[in-house]
């Protein structure tokens, strides 16, 4: 995300804070400036080890309480994480998707438009007899990014033998 998009970004979320009656605290923006700022998907404790470095009167309870705001006004989404620990990230316009990346973390968004998807959610529905309601859908992978790099450690550790 370019700076200036992550410091417009950074701005609405604090204003929105303040429109819903929460004060605005350098340790609430310290949380928000590194989430915001972020392609990947963060940990409560990675984002409190990054925001703790430019604010250092931040306590762990804040970033958990911050993120729960920021959740509940819809400004950051939970991301299920296979180890079972959970990570957030910018929330997306309408509903979508996510695909992960298991090296580096980067998370990218894909839409429910595929007829595919609506097809399988469909017939889960009909062979279950459940009335689906709602779906969240998270793809776990390598993004292109890490297959090259992998592929390029590949290569020269194969020359090095």
């Not at 470095?53 to 400004?75: A, N, P």
């Not at 316009?93 to 007829?115: A, P």
């Amino acid at each position: 995300m370019s700076h200036s998009k992550a410091s417009a970004q950074i701005n609405d979320w604090m204003m929105c804070l303040s429109d819903n009656g929460y004060r605005l605290t350098a340790s609430r923006q310290a949380v928000i400036e590194i989430i915001a700022s972020s392609q990947q998907a963060l940990s409560p404790l990675s984002i409190y080890e990054k925001a703790h470095r430019q604010h250092s009167k931040l306590g762990l309870v804040t970033v958990y309480r911050t993120l729960e705001k920021l959740e509940e006004l819809g400004l950051i989404q939970r991301v299920h994480q296979p180890s079972g620990c959970h990570a957030y990230i910018s929330a997306s316009t309408g509903h979508q998707h996510l695909l992960l990346c298991q090296t580096c973390g980067k998370v990218e968004f894909f839409s429910e438009d595929d007829e595919k998807i609506n097809f399988m959610i469909s017939e889960v529905g009909e062979e279950s007899g459940y009335r689906i309601e709602e779906h969240w859908l998270q793809l776990f992978g390598t993004c292109i990014s890490c297959q090259q790099y992998q592929g390029e450690s590949s290569i020269l550790s194969q020359g090095i033998k």
